[in-house]
Nanobody, 114 residues
Framework: QVQLVESGGGLVQAVGSLTVSCVAS????????MGWYRQAPGKQREWVATIRSGSSTTYADSVRGRFTISRDNAKNTVYLRMNSLNTEDTAVYYC????????WGQGTQVTVSS
């Protein structure tokens, strides 16, 4: 079993920046993929970014160039640095991890004000 705990969400003004974090614990040795999804009010959950065990990264078109995903293996933590935020980035951000099974965190709210 893998436990994921997100933190760092909050209220930020448009064009501002914010970093959310996700700490993994439990059966983390077999995790090969971690990343972030988000869900805005009234919308489906959408993929944001992924980082693989070799540190390769991929991004959704809507965030590429503005968001950066990274990991600190010593801290079992994945980060999502979000720059140039706009109101359309307002959502609950969920961390996920895959070790053959999908695991999800509880989410952290990010609200961007205009």
């Amino acid at each position: 079993q893998v436990q994921l705990v997100e933190s760092g969400g909050g209220l930020v003004q448009a064009v501002g920046s914010l970093t959310v974090s996700c700490v993994a614990s439990g059966s983390i040795f077999a995790i090969n993929v971690m990343g972030w999804y988000r869900q805005a009010p009234g919308k489906q959950r959408e993929w944001v970014a992924t980082i693989r065990s070799g540190s390769s990264t991929t991004y959704a078109d809507s965030v590429r160039g503005r968001f950066t995903i990274s990991r600190d293996n010593a801290k079992n933590t994945v980060y999502l640095r979000m720059n140039s935020l706009n109101t359309e980035d307002t959502a609950v951000y969920y961390c996920y991890a895959d070790n053959g099974y999908s695991h999800w965190g509880q989410g952290t709210q990010v609200t961007v004000s205009s």
